[in-house]
């Protein structure tokens, strides 16, 4: 009963440690938008109940358009690999990021910026070099994995986003 006992315990921990680490998985790492936010006016405070998403030319957004009742609260300007298209509804984490910071209308712009070189891991997997003291065992040598830098070229945008808040 003592051997079970620690095992139910033991179990019990590793969910308990599991649960911790699966808590700290779901947290969500700012995005681009938030991480390039430069405010050009005092922020709201208060959350905007609803956002418009309006796509433009990158050159027009980039000249920071004048909207009639709107004033600009700031803007983010960045390069990415990803394509935003799936970032452009008001339902989307930029519609978030907007409606956190107060602002009721985005105006974004998107242009290809050609390609650049990065680097991705890929994983390794080898056969370990033995002393021959596995192999007189009878135990095949053992395996080694790893990761590798290997350079890519991958298609880079330029983004840039205003944010607006309508003023009465």
Same mark, same amino acid.
């Given at each position: 009963?003592?051997?079970?006992?620690?095992?139910?315990?033991?179990?019990?921990?590793?969910?308990?440690?599991?649960?911790?680490?699966? $808590?700290?998985?779901?947290?969500?790492? #700012?995005?681009?938008?938030?991480?390039?936010?430069?405010?050009?006016?005092?922020?709201?405070?208060?959350?905007?109940?609803?956002?418009?998403? +309006?796509?433009?030319?990158?050159?027009?957004?980039?000249?920071?358009?004048?909207?009639? &009742?709107?004033? !600009?609260? $700031?803007?983010?300007?960045?390069?990415?690999? +990803?394509?935003?298209?799936? %970032?452009?509804?008001? &339902?989307?984490?930029? $519609?978030?990021?907007? +409606?956190?910071? &107060?602002?009721?209308?985005?105006?974004?712009?998107?242009?290809?910026?050609?390609?650049?070189?990065?680097?991705?891991?890929?994983?390794?997997?080898?056969?370990?070099? %033995?002393?021959? %003291?596995? !192999?007189?065992? $009878?135990? #095949?040598?053992?395996?080694?994995?790893?990761?590798?830098?290997? #350079?890519?070229?991958?298609?880079?945008?330029?983004?840039?986003?205003?944010?607006?808040? +309508?003023? %009465?």
């Amino acid at each position: 009963m003592v051997c079970n006992m620690k095992t139910v315990l033991g179990s019990a921990a590793g969910l308990l440690v599991m649960a911790a680490l699966s $808590g700290c998985a779901t947290q969500k790492s #700012p995005t681009p938008w938030e991480s390039a936010f430069s405010p050009m006016s005092e922020v709201g405070t208060d959350a905007t109940d609803q956002v418009t998403i +309006r796509q433009v030319d990158y050159e027009r957004a980039e000249s920071n358009p004048r909207l009639p &009742g709107h004033e !600009i609260i $700031g803007r983010s300007a960045f390069r990415d690999e +990803r394509s935003a298209a799936g %970032d452009l509804s008001a &339902g989307s984490r930029l $519609g978030d990021f907007a +409606r956190s910071v &107060g602002a009721s209308m985005v105006v974004v712009g998107e242009r290809s910026a050609g390609q650049e070189e990065r680097v991705r891991y890929i994983r390794t997997a080898g056969v370990g070099v %033995d002393t021959g %003291d596995a !192999i007189s065992r $009878g135990t #095949p040598p053992a395996r080694q994995t790893g990761s590798e830098p290997v #350079p890519v070229l991958v298609d880079v945008y330029d983004y840039i986003a205003v944010f607006y808040r +309508r003023v %009465d």
